[in-house]
């Protein structure tokens, strides 16, 4: 597998200890395939380290990727592209597809789908 993305549905499954969700999380760590999360996912399901220790055991095992300069730029033409205003979903599928990640998960098949038929890649998504 070359990679897999969270959105934030996948950090509030783990979060919510959701058992899928650890297995599918705990399989790819196995396999030696760090998660990326986008920064501002990580924004989005944040809201404070103690009352979310399963959040702060996921997001140790994961590589979060900041929101630089550039990346804004990407994600603001494919939002263009996209005719899609929702900055998470378009930095998870900027990402993805940047890095040729074979994997989203996410709890918003819908959008996150709409993002990709723009990008011309192959990206499956798993909803959680």
């Known amino acids: 597998m070359a990679g897999v993305t969270y959105d934030t549905g996948a950090l509030i499954a ?41 959040l702060v055991r996921m997001l140790a095992g994961c590589e979060i990727e900041a929101m630089t300069s550039d ?31 074979d994997v989203i998960l996410t709890s918003d098949e819908t959008h996150i789908r709409q993002v990709i038929e723009t990008t011309n890649k192959r990206i499956r998504v798993e909803t959680i």
């Open 71 to 101: 990346r804004a730029r990407r994600i603001g033409e494919l939002a263009g592209r996209a005719n899609h205003d929702d900055i998470v979903d378009l930095a998870v599928v900027e990402g993805a597809a940047r890095r040729n990640d």
């Open 14 to 54: 783990g979060e919510r200890n959701d058992r899928r969700m650890w297995a599918l999380h705990l399989g790819f760590i196995a396999e030696d395939v760090v998660p990326s999360i986008p920064a501002p996912v990580v924004a989005e399901a944040w809201r404070g380290g103690p009352r979310q220790p399963g």
